[in-house]
């Protein structure tokens, strides 16, 4: 019997924040009223699917609707939203390389990928993913694409400053897993990174 994607932190479960898109489309669905489709459940899912060989979007969708049925949960009738966030879940694991793509629609679980699965079986969320550099620069580039004056370009570097201040990363002020949090961890990272080189750079 496969195993369902069931998110069960120690901590309480981050909610999502709905971007604007989904007000425009008039749908009122919210994934982190589901167990099994808020977003660290569905990192979840995607690594227990890509554990198994090569995949694609459609095998992930699949298991969902699969693991839901288990749970005699009822998918929503709207499937864009699950698709948008698989879709995005996808996109940060490539960043990070927990995926590697194999071909234009598949890809596959890298050795870094299993051994996030093995350390967080029971789910994980993108500040986990903060401790790779090639995440970090992913986060990095996103942020300096926007224009100055967006809010996230500010937590970014209210994160550097907070790094300067002697705060602590866990002291990330943003709802976990929002683009804010990232924000500012990659801020916070940032800072850390080129402290460190500075000292290396000093002791030599």
């Known amino acids: 019997m496969a195993e369902l994607c069931v998110y069960s932190p120690v901590t309480p479960r981050p909610k999502l924040s709905r971007p604007d898109s989904r007000k425009a489309r008039g749908t009122s669905m ?16 995607v690594l227990r699917t890509a554990a198994h060989g090569e995949v694609g979007l459609a095998t992930c969708l699949e298991r969902l609707k699969q693991d839901l049925a288990r749970a005699q949960e009822r998918p929503p009738e709207n499937l864009q939203d699950i698709t948008d966030e698989l879709e995005r ?32 079986p029971m789910g994980i969320d993108d500040t986990i993913l903060m401790q790779f550099p090639e995440f970090r620069a992913y986060i990095r580039r996103f942020a300096h694409n926007r224009t100055l004056d967006d809010p996230r370009t500010e937590r970014y570097q209210d994160g550097r400053a907070a790094y300067r201040a002697g ?38």
């Not at 866990?170 to 800072?191: K, R, T, V």
């Open 167 to 204: 705060r602590r990363l866990a002291d990330n002020p943003y709802q976990p897993d929002s683009i804010d949090h990232l924000a500012w961890a990659n801020g916070w990272s940032e800072a850390r990174d080129e402290e460190l080189a500075h000292r290396r750079r000093s002791s030599r």
């Open 30 to 45: 919210e994934l982190s009223e589901y167990t099994l489709l808020n977003r660290p459940a569905l990192m979840l899912c």
């Open 89 to 120: 879940v996808i996109r940060h694991f490539l960043a990070a390389r927990v995926l590697v793509r194999r071909g234009q629609d598949r890809f596959a679980l890298t050795e870094r990928g299993r051994q996030i699965l093995a350390a967080y």
